[in-house]
């Protein structure tokens, strides 16, 4: 059996492999599609919708994280479509989202702030309330504020202190819809185990960890354009 | 044209609470048949041939559904009935519960037989909680009667989210998870509840099937247009004289149901499809009635001259806001925004720049939600931009 699909990418052919994603095989060929809650090796969570791209014959645009490669597909990754849909949910999430880059921890290493550059995106056209919660800085190794939350879910599924029971989950709904810890109370100073896999993935200033005086930036910052 | 009951044929003929009343009247005989006589390939060509498709608003053929999960492979299939009527202004399915539910049992035990599920599952909407026992005395009566023959048929509540009416959604639910819409592909005929090939289909749909089986797919495509066979049933209320539940057959002008048979007057605009439906204005009153044109799942809700668009496109969207289940940011935050800015056309404080802004937005939505809520949510904004466009533009602030 023939073990390779066939497909196009904005017009150029290329390959991809029975269960490979539209998305890995756009990366694969050097296409660079802007994702905020796909994380590599992880299931896919699909909430972000950056991701999404244009396929021929289908009515809507399709997010490429979750969506598997299929014979004969014709993708379009940039097309005007599909960048202001992109624009629109940028400047969807920034408009719930504080002002506060300038005092912000992770300013410029955020990967919020970095698409929204490459997008070109200045203020957004959309005004909403904006989400306030109390920063969370009882624990030693994580600070939370769930203000700056952009709800991509990256550290409800990669959060492994806990095996099966992990450290966060969903609840409310719509706009009100939160990650929460427990029965939504805050991050206490015993509750996880210091394996930084939420806070390296966290896109937003939503996690970090507690900064000492004195000690530098362990990341290197990112080109911010515009 | 007056009604045609096909649906709706037992409803209020039969005694619900009694098994025995409904078997007098040529009741289960349609399983016996496909029971006895045809073969799950046969049921389902059947149904595919009759072009009944779904009630519940997307309107997927039925059959191609059914095909579909009958030959995927999977150790445990599964029948899912959804009784989760959330969409404003539909009472259809409630009727039918409570008038007729031994037709729909017939109608999931067919559909079991057909992809070779032995367990099915009815999600009733938490607000027919008082449909509980009812039904369960018809599934019992059923058991009783030696119907479901090794099939188990079981009755799971929600809690009253209207997300759960969505099926990726009610699955979550049935599975005892925070309801959500999942990304598609994999679809439920393939990976459903509990990752298991699944059909999930609207209480109306179902109802369908018995007939369509009894009487022969030719007998049913008959009625109806080209791409929308049978018939519908709606439930027509707001400023009419005869609100109620009405059946008639696909295709039929819009003006029938709200002027002939639910007698409304002076009649400004219809809201077809609840709140994620479409909104028409009086003069596309003889718009049809099918998939081709405007359907939704059977929500009809009539507005006279004295109501106010901006404040009934308000209300529409504050309740999808609050109804969206948080997952994808488009359906999330554009919800929201729109209810924002609604609000404020509705004090008179708009701008004619937000006009633009909501267009943008709508297209985005529409295009990049994760399900039907957020993908539907613009309509009503969309078409009373269309229709109503001055009604925004004299809110705007001097």
């Known amino acids: 059996m023939e073990n390779k699909i066939n497909l196009t990418i904005n017009g150029k052919e290329v390959t991809g492999r029975p269960g490979m994603t539209i998305l890995e095989v756009a990366r694969d060929n050097g296409i660079d599609i802007p994702t905020l809650c796909y994380i590599q090796d992880l299931p896919p969570i699909g909430a972000c919708r950056l991701c999404v791209v244009e396929v021929e014959g289908s009515r809507t645009l399709v997010g490429s994280c979750h969506t598997p490669v299929a014979e004969g597909m014709a993708i379009q990754t940039h097309s005007p479509k599909v960048i202001a849909t992109r624009k629109v949910l940028v400047e969807l999430m920034l408009a719930s989202h504080p002002d506060a880059c300038l005092i912000c921890d992770k300013a410029n290493i955020c990967e919020l702030r970095r698409i929204a550059a490459d997008l070109e995106i200045g203020l957004p056209r959309f005004r909403t309330r904006k989400h306030y919660f109390p920063v969370e800085d009882e624990n030693t190794d994580m600070v939370r504020d769930m203000s700056k939350c952009v709800q991509c879910r990256r550290c409800v599924i990669a959060c492994k202190s806990k095996g099966d029971e992990p450290l966060f989950g969903m609840a409310y709904r719509g706009f009100d819809s939160k990650v929460i810890h427990g029965y939504d109370q805050p991050l206490g100073s015993e509750a996880c185990e210091d394996c930084d896999a939420c806070i390296d993935i966290c896109p937003s200033g939503a996690l970090r960890k507690p900064r000492r005086a004195g000690e530098e930036r362990a990341a290197k910052a990112l080109i911010i354009k515009g | 044209m007056p009604q045609k009951r096909v649906v709706l044929k037992n409803c209020e003929v039969i005694d619900p609470k009694r098994i025995d009343s409904h078997l007098e009247s040529g009741g289960f005989k349609a399983l016996s048949k496909a029971r006895g006589e045809m073969t799950p390939e046969q049921i389902t060509n059947e149904v595919k041939a009759s072009g009944l498709r779904g009630r519940g608003g997307a309107g997927f053929p039925c059959g191609i559904k059914w095909d579909g999960a009958r030959t995927a492979p999977g150790a445990n299939k599964y029948v899912i009935c959804n009784a989760d009527e959330g969409e404003v202004g539909t009472f259809k399915d409630r009727y039918i519960l409570e008038k007729d539910p031994f037709t729909l049992i017939e109608g999931i035990l067919i559909a079991g037989q057909a992809i070779g599920a032995k367990q099915g599952y009815i999600y ?266 001055n009604d925004y533009e004299s809110r705007v602030a001097k």
């Open chain 2, 124 to 389: 009733l909407r938490a607000e027919y909680h008082y449909l509980l026992d009812h039904l369960q005395s018809a599934i019992d009566q059923a058991k009783q009667k030696g119907f479901l023959n090794g099939f188990s048929l079981e009755i799971r509540e929600g809690v009253g989210a209207y997300i759960c009416g969505e099926e990726s959604a009610l699955m979550d639910s049935i599975e005892g998870k925070r309801g959500e819409a999942r990304y598609r592909p994999p679809f439920p005929t393939t990976s459903g509840l509990w990752g298991q090939p699944t059909i999930i289909n609207n209480v109306e749909t179902l109802m369908n099937i018995p007939p369509i089986i009894l009487n022969g797919a030719d007998w049913f495509s008959q009625m109806g247009t080209e791409r929308s066979k049978g018939t519908k049933v709606f439930s027509v209320s707001g400023d009419v004289a005869r609100p109620g539940v009405y059946e008639i057959v696909l295709g039929s002008p819009l003006r029938e149901l709200v002027e002939e048979l639910a007698m409304a007057k002076d009649v400004k605009m219809v809201q077809i499809g609840g709140a994620t439906g479409r909104i028409l204005p009086y003069d596309k009153l003889d718009t049809p009635l099918a998939f081709e044109a405007v359907l939704g799942a059977g929500a009809v809700t009539v507005y006279n001259e004295s109501r106010d668009v901006i404040d009934i496109v308000h209300r529409t969207m504050e309740f999808l806001a609050e109804e969206s289940c948080g997952k994808c940011t488009p359906c999330r935050q554009g919800t929201e925004v729109m209810a924002e800015v609604l609000d404020k056309f509705h004090k008179g404080e708009g701008s004619l720049k937000e006009l633009q802004n909501l267009e943008a937005l709508s297209s985005a939505m529409m295009l990049s939600s994760l399900c039907g809520l957020g993908q539907a949510a613009p309509n009503a904004v969309m078409d009373s931009l269309q229709y109503f466009r």
